[in-house]
């Protein structure tokens, strides 16, 4: 990126969460902001305002800005620290027990103050409207909340979940208040009342318009007087154009990669901008439904990953914009390794490829479709799909073609087992390997592709999970990762990098993009 640096991510790996972790106090106030507003672009659509629905990007863009959570992650950083709390801990023996205190004199945005009641509310309601848009299901290990005072509160756990500080640092664990949300259903009237560094001034579907909250008591300094976020629901050249043409001040999660790497590479075409890159922990994987009478053999899941040429693919459709994936958890992240590398190498291999089609009885071409659809993992997705299927064909192995439908069908056409191989992205809740893995291989994975592994449910993940110190998973990870790499339900493609392009006198976008992906709008300054 042209401004020019990448930020690093900051992995601690100490075993912080078994510890206390202890805030600075409430000196951190971050309700001055004083600087010119800033207009944000983005081809995402916010589809929530209730944090007990959202659970895309657009949306937790949005409640890591207007509501607090007891823990947030620092810029730079992937091990949570205090925010609404004063201090958090695991108490007893284990991680089944996790007590916070609040700091003193936190309020709501509307003046109300925030106890512990109000964060006890937000979890007990988030889980009782379990909504299927929301994420409620990240937190099948919450047994109850209680509240022994207005500035405790104790998280008691069904089983032991080291991560559980992680989760509630994220957009899921938003703070509401009480007297401002129904406790069985979510709020319609596009409003939100939170404790963070912004106010939710006005939300429509082209924008939301942010000022900053007077109230708020916290870790951020705000460094601008608000912000307009303008959403451009996926059309990546209405966005350029209105960066290009200075109406707005930054372009986020929407560029196309040829665009980025033309604004990088040619001045004459940028005018007045600059590229700014950093650390991402987006991935996309191929996906194979394991009940599919093609793609449920294993033969023609190695003949793919033998035949796969990642870095053709990103330097051809991605332009480098993202990097090959060989690991299930992406680099920078606590056990991350490269299973796929080692087991099915960095360059095709038709002799391989047709070996593992021959130990199926496969003799013919392998008539294969792949799915996609246009703009939910990327707007160069479908672009994609058409290069790795042309890279099967080329390999006089493979008959394959792409279809692509619209993201709703997808889902649906997914969940009725109806594609043998599809795409999927994730872009993680919580830098942590457990939000890579549980999620795809656990009990009752997202991915619905009929795959599962006793060695990895019933031993890894829990065992993985209970383990305070993330840096000692690194071998039960491994293993893990060389369940997947043999039994292929998955082929990890690419890690993505996050960009944001932004006009010359804006600053503070490279404190936005780490793996955390929380886009702290409060970083933002404008000249």
């Given at each position: 990126m042209n401004l020019r640096n990448q930020w690093p991510v900051l992995l601690v790996t100490t075993g912080l969460a078994a510890g206390l972790i202890t805030g600075c106090g409430s000196d951190s106030s971050g309700s001055g902001g004083t600087g010119s507003s800033v207009v944000v672009g983005m081809s995402d659509d916010v589809l929530a305002t209730d944090p007990a629905s959202g659970y895309d990007p657009g949306s937790w863009l949005l409640f890591n800005n207007v509501f607090q959570s007891l823990l947030s992650f620092p810029k730079g950083g992937t091990e949570p620290e205090p925010e609404a709390a004063k201090e958090c801990a695991f108490t007893g023996t284990g991680t089944k027990v996790y007590s916070c205190t609040l700091q003193d004199g936190l309020k709501f945005s509307n003046g109300d103050s925030l106890t512990s009641e109000d964060v006890k509310f937000s979890f007990d309601r988030m889980m009782t409207i379990n909504d299927a848009a929301g994420p409620a299901i990240m937190f099948p290990m919450l047994d109850k909340v209680t509240t022994p005072d207005a500035r405790t509160v104790v998280f008691k756990l069904k089983y032991a979940d080291a991560t559980f500080p992680s989760k509630i640092a994220s957009g899921a664990g938003s703070i509401v208040?009480?007297?401002?949300?129904?406790?069985?259903?979510?709020?319609?009237?596009?409003?939100?009342?939170?404790?963070?560094?912004?106010?939710?001034?006005?939300?429509?579907?082209?924008?939301?318009?942010?000022?900053?909250?007077?109230?708020?008591?916290?870790?951020?300094?705000?460094?601008?007087?608000?912000?307009?976020?303008?959403?451009?629901?996926?059309?990546?050249?209405?966005?350029?154009?209105?960066?290009?043409?200075?109406?707005?001040?930054?372009?986020?999660?929407?560029?196309?990669?040829?665009?980025?790497?033309?604004?990088?590479?040619?001045?004459?075409?940028?005018?007045?901008?600059?590229?700014?890159?950093?650390t991402g922990a987006e991935v996309q994987h191929l996906v194979f439904n394991m009940n599919d009478p093609v793609a449920g053999k294993l033969g023609v899941r190695k003949a793919i990953a033998y035949l796969l040429d990642r870095e053709a693919l990103v330097n051809e459709v991605y332009q480098d914009?993202?990097?090959?994936?060989?690991?299930?958890?992406?680099?920078?992240?606590?056990?991350?390794?490269?299973?796929?590398?080692?087991?099915?190498?960095?360059?095709?291999?038709?002799?391989?490829?047709?070996?593992?089609l021959r130990t199926e009885g496969i003799t013919g071409k392998v008539k294969l479709t792949l799915w996609s659809t246009p703009s939910r993992y990327g707007p160069s997705t479908d672009a994609e799909f058409r290069a790795i299927a042309k890279q099967l064909n080329a390999s006089g192995l493979f008959d394959a073609t792409v279809k692509s439908v619209a993201f709703g069908q997808?889902?649906?056409?997914?969940?009725?087992?109806?594609?043998?191989?599809?795409?999927?992205?994730?872009?993680?809740?919580?830098?942590?390997?457990?939000?890579?893995?549980?999620?795809?291989?656990?009990?009752?994975?997202?991915?619905?592709?009929?795959?599962?592994?006793?060695?990895?449910?019933?031993?890894?993940?829990?065992?993985?999970?209970?383990?305070?110190?993330?840096?000692?998973?690194?071998?039960?990870?491994?293993?893990?990762?060389?369940?997947?790499?043999?039994?292929?339900?998955?082929?990890?493609?690419?890690?993505?990098?996050?960009?944001?392009?932004?006009?010359?006198?804006?600053?503070?976008?490279?404190?936005?993009?780490?793996?955390?992906?929380?886009?702290?709008?409060?970083?933002?300054?404008k000249g």
């Open positions: 208040d009480h007297k401002q949300y129904a406790a069985n259903g979510l709020r319609k009237d596009g409003k939100a009342v939170g404790s963070g560094p912004y106010k939710l001034d006005s939300y429509s579907d082209d924008q939301a318009v942010f000022s900053v909250n007077g109230e708020y008591k916290g870790t951020a300094k705000v460094q601008n007087s608000g912000v307009t976020l303008k959403l451009f629901h996926g059309n990546q050249g209405a966005l350029k154009k209105a960066l290009l043409a200075n109406q707005v001040d930054v372009a986020y999660r929407g560029l196309a990669a040829g665009d980025i790497a033309d604004l990088e590479k040619d001045l004459s075409t940028s005018k007045g901008t600059d590229v700014v890159e950093g914009t993202a990097t090959p994936l060989y690991s299930i958890i992406p680099a920078g992240i606590t056990g991350h390794d490269t299973a796929f590398f080692d087991t099915y190498g960095a360059r095709p291999s038709k002799a391989k490829a047709q070996a593992a997808y889902e649906k056409d997914i969940a009725k087992g109806k594609y043998g191989v599809y795409v999927k992205g994730w872009v993680p809740d919580y830098p942590d390997p457990d939000n890579f893995t549980a999620p795809f291989f656990g009990k009752g994975n997202v991915l619905s592709n009929n795959y599962t592994n006793s060695t990895i449910t019933s031993q890894l993940i829990p065992k993985t999970a209970a383990q305070s110190d993330r840096a000692s998973t690194d071998t039960d990870y491994s293993q893990l990762q060389n369940i997947v790499a043999e039994q292929l339900p998955v082929i990890p493609i690419w890690q993505g990098k996050q960009y944001a392009v932004v006009r010359d006198n804006v600053y503070g976008l490279e404190y936005c993009l780490d793996a955390s992906t929380v886009f702290r709008f409060w970083e933002i300054s």
